[in-house]
């Protein structure tokens, strides 16, 4: 597909390639929302106990944190939609054959790979925009995490339906999910894959340096950023429920609220990204994170302050991955190698802070769990101040008014 150099040419293009990645994105969050819902399923076709079935959790986050680690290192050696394309059809292949196995050790195995392709995708989807949009990638950002955000939102009422029509066969919901992948393969078929213009400009300015500190800055805020989101919303229903805040049914709610204040706050971020930047945005995010979870602490038994605080903290933390990858577009030259790096960082948090949580409540008890996350909260405001101070105190990235237009 081909599109000429006029102004609304580029337009034209850019919009195509974010209607490939928001599709991309809304299948990729329809499928990682999935493993839930279907959990007690998977449980009973493979004949093992919840306890057992759990692994496939571990599994899939392995393979997410090879597949993105590794689809960064690449992207800088191979054009991006081929690798995309391929990653597709890894996940298509996968949701084919997850409901056809009846052994445990080969369903860890199918997820293993599933997790793969999945943290190609979501690498290469959001290396690729930056690439397209550059400078301007801020409301774009955002509406490509909102789109993965919304495909989470209605995996489980799709799922519940399919279920329902197929006579509760875990086939066609697996199966209907692997149809609903098949159209973002035209996509990255059809598109041409877009280049890194700033490596092309770093290889004819050999005087460019890497600020490792700013690198290693970036990385540890998103462990720690999205260790308190999934850390939060993992165990935000055993808070509730076992401090009998509320029942159960609330529970489940309250635990929902936060993930749909997540998916709200990045639609509402995709106006705001055009007049704030990055930074400030980013410092009004933990400084509301920190104010939320400070009520939950405040008021434990409150019944007001859990549902204000899941809420108020879910709209906090919502624009900040995006934001994030904003942030270093603006003060770094992102490479794929970069942005892998970053993947990294929130694979190892997604992993290991919900298991801290985990050994804290069993030791500890419940309420610590909020005070960990907010002193974590606390942690990821510091880091900001020094990645923010840090960058500002370096020379400014480069850019061409070409880049620009």
């Known amino acids: 597909m081909g599109f000429n150099n006029t102004r609304q040419g580029k337009t034209i293009a850019k919009v195509y390639y974010f209607a490939a990645y928001g599709a991309a994105f809304m299948i990729l969050g329809l499928a990682s929302a999935a493993l839930g819902p279907m ?9 093992v106990s919840l ?7 571990t599994a899939v986050s392995l393979g997410y944190l090879l597949g993105s680690a590794g689809g960064g ?28 196995t009846s052994h445990m050790s080969l369903l860890l195995v199918i997820l293993f790979i599933l997790g793969i392709g999945q943290g190609v995708l979501d690498v290469g989807g959001n290396t690729n925009l930056l690439w397209v949009y550059q ?18 939102f209605l995996s489980p009422i799709i799922l519940h339906y399919v279920m329902r029509w197929s006579g509760g066969q875990l086939t066609w919901p697996y199966w209907s999910l692997a149809f609903l992948t098949i159209p973002t393969i035209f996509g990255f078929a059809l598109l041409p894959s877009p280049t890194n213009l700033e490596k092309e400009e770093n290889e004819k300015n050999s005087t460019h340096t890497t600020n490792s500190g700013l690198i290693i800055g970036m990385i540890v805020l998103f462990f720690v950023y999205v260790g308190i989101e999934n850390g939060f919303g993992g165990w935000i229903f055993t808070y509730v429920s076992e401090t009998k805040i509320a029942t159960e049914t609330a529970a489940s709610l309250i635990n929902s609220i936060f993930w749909g204040a997540i998916t709200l706050g990045r639609l509402l971020a995709v106006p705001l990204t055009r007049k704030i930047k990055a930074a400030h945005l980013l410092l009004g995010n933990f400084f509301l994170a920190i104010f939320f979870l400070t009520l939950i602490i405040i008021f434990p038994s409150g019944n007001l302050a859990i549902w204000v605080g899941s809420a108020g903290l879910g ?20 490479t794929g190698r970069i942005t892998g790096l970053f993947f990294l960082g929130s694979s190892l948090g997604s992993m290991l802070i919900p298991m801290l949580l985990g050994q804290i409540f069993e030791h500890f008890g419940s309420l610590h769990i909020i005070t960990t996350l907010l002193i974590l909260t606390f942690l990821g405001f510091g880091i900001l101040l020094f990645v923010i101070f840090t960058s500002n105190n370096t020379k400014e990235k480069l850019r061409s008014q070409e880049n620009l237009r």
């Open 315 to 334: 709209l906090a933390l919502s624009s900040v991955f995006p934001t994030l990858l904003v942030l270093g577009e603006s003060r770094l030259r992102i």
């Open 73 to 100: 290192q690449l992207l800088d050696r191979f054009k991006g939609h081929p690798m995309m394309l391929v990653s597709v059809l890894i996940s298509i292949i996968a949701l084919f054959l997850i409901p056809l």
């Open 135 to 152: 400078a301007r990638v801020g409301p774009y950002m955002n509406a490509l995490h909102f789109c993965f955000g919304a495909g989470a």
């Open 51 to 57: 306890s057992q079935i759990s692994f496939v959790f």
């Open 39 to 47: 959990l007690p399923y998977l449980a009973k076709q493979v004949n």
